[in-house]
T-cell receptor, first 112, second 112 residues
C-alpha cells in the first residue's frame, strides 16, 4: 500500500540533544512537509520541500533543520536550539499545489 | 495576518443526528479548501475538498458548503456515527502557495 511512514511513533530525548525524525513516502509525490501540533491546537508548518534538493522555511522553522536528498525521504532534525521541542510532529506529502496532503501517523517527541 | 478559523471548539451530537462544523476564512484570494478528520494519536485524514467555482460538494455522508460572499464553509455529516468522533480541521492553501494553513479544529463528540 502506498503511504507515508513516520518513525518512531514515540521518541524521548534529554534536553540539549539533537534528534532526527524520519519520514518516508512511496506515493511518488514531489512535495513534502513537516508540521508541528501542540495539544488542542491546529497544525503549524515547520518546513516544506517542493522538489528534491530544495526546501523552504515554514512559519516556525527556528530550531529545526531538514534535508531532501531523495524524493522519498524528508527527515526533520529537532536541534537543541528549539526552545519547546515537546510536540506531535506530522509529515505529509502531495503531488503539488492545490492538492490534498497525505499525512503520516506522526511522531510524538518528548524532551525532558 | 490571513487565517483560517473555526467557530466552535467542541460539538456534541446524538448518534444518528446530523452534524454541522463551521469554518471561516479571511483570505479573499483563497480558492481551494480541504476538510480533514483527525482521530486521537493519528495523522489527519482527507475527507473532502472544494474549489471556489463550486458552492456545494457531496461525498459519502458528508457535504461541504462554501459561501464566498461571507467567506464561510461548513462540513455537514449525515447520520453521525460513533466512528465520526474526532477533531475536524478545515485547511486553505492560501492561494497559489504550497503552504496549507489549518484552523485550530473542532472536536466532534458523538453521544450514544
Amino acid at each position: 500500500d502506498g503511504g507515508i511512514t513516520q518513525s518512531p511513533k514515540y521518541l524521548f530525548r534529554k534536553e540539549g540533544q539533537n534528534v532526527t525524525l524520519s519520514c518516508e513516502q512511496n506515493l511518488n509525490h514531489d512535495a513534502m512537509y513537516w508540521y508541528r501540533q501542540d495539544p488542542g491546537q491546529g497544525l503549524r508548518l515547520i518546513y516544506y520541500s517542493q522538489i528534491v534538493n530544495d526546501f523552504q522555511k515554514g512559519d516556525i522553522a527556528e530550531g529545526y533543520s531538514v534535508s531532501r536528498e531523495k524524493k522519498e525521504s524528508f527527515p526533520l532534525t529537532v536541534t537543541s536550539a528549539q526552545k519547546n521541542p515537546t510536540a506531535f510532529y506530522l509529515c505529509a506529502s502531495n503531488p503539488g499545489q492545490n492538492s490534498p496532503l497525505h499525512f503520516g501517523n506522526g511522531t510524538r517527541l518528548t524532551v525532558t | 495576518g490571513e487565517s483560517v478559523g473555526l467557530h466552535l471548539p467542541t460539538l456534541s451530537v446524538q448518534e444518528g443526528d446530523n452534524s454541522i462544523i463551521n469554518c471561516a476564512y479571511s483570505n479573499s484570494a483563497s480558492d481551494y479548501f480541504i476538510w480533514y478528520k483527525q482521530e486521537s494519536g493519528k495523522g489527519p485524514q482527507f475527507i473532502i475538498d472544494i474549489r471556489s467555482n463550486m458552492d456545494k460538494r457531496q461525498g459519502q455522508r458528508v457535504t461541504v458548503l462554501l459561501n464566498k460572499t461571507v467567506k464561510h464553509l461548513s462540513l455537514q455529516i449525515a447520520a453521525t456515527q460513533p466512528g465520526d468522533s474526532a477533531v475536524y480541521f478545515c485547511a486553505d492553501p492560501q492561494g497559489s502557495s504550497y503552504k496549507l494553513i489549518f484552523g485550530s479544529g473542532t472536536r466532534l463528540l458523538v453521544r450514544p
